[in-house]
């Protein structure tokens, strides 16, 4: 997370309140947001697997919106 420049804040915030969750691949979920990044938007992607005990596997920021299914 460190290396992307992602907060362990920001990922707790994304799993409590996401804009949208989805299925992924190999039965985990996908939960995102929308975070600001030097005044530009961006879309958090927070990939993890289990519902009571929760294992992130990773995060992501991109500004592919539409790709991720994001309309803004």
Known sequence: ML???I???EVVQTLL???R??????GRRESQ????RNGKQMLLR????????MLVIT????T??????VVR
């Open 46 to 53: 927070v990939l993890t697997e289990g519902n009571i005990e």
């Open 7 to 9: 907060t362990a804040s």
């Open 21 to 26: 969750t989805q299925s992924a691949d190999k």
């Open 3 to 5: 290396d992307r420049g």
């Open 64 to 69: 592919k919106f539409e790709k991720y299914g």
């Open 33 to 36: 947001s929308l975070i600001v």
């Open 59 to 62: 995060v992501m920021v991109t």
């Open 17 to 19: 309140f996401p804009l």
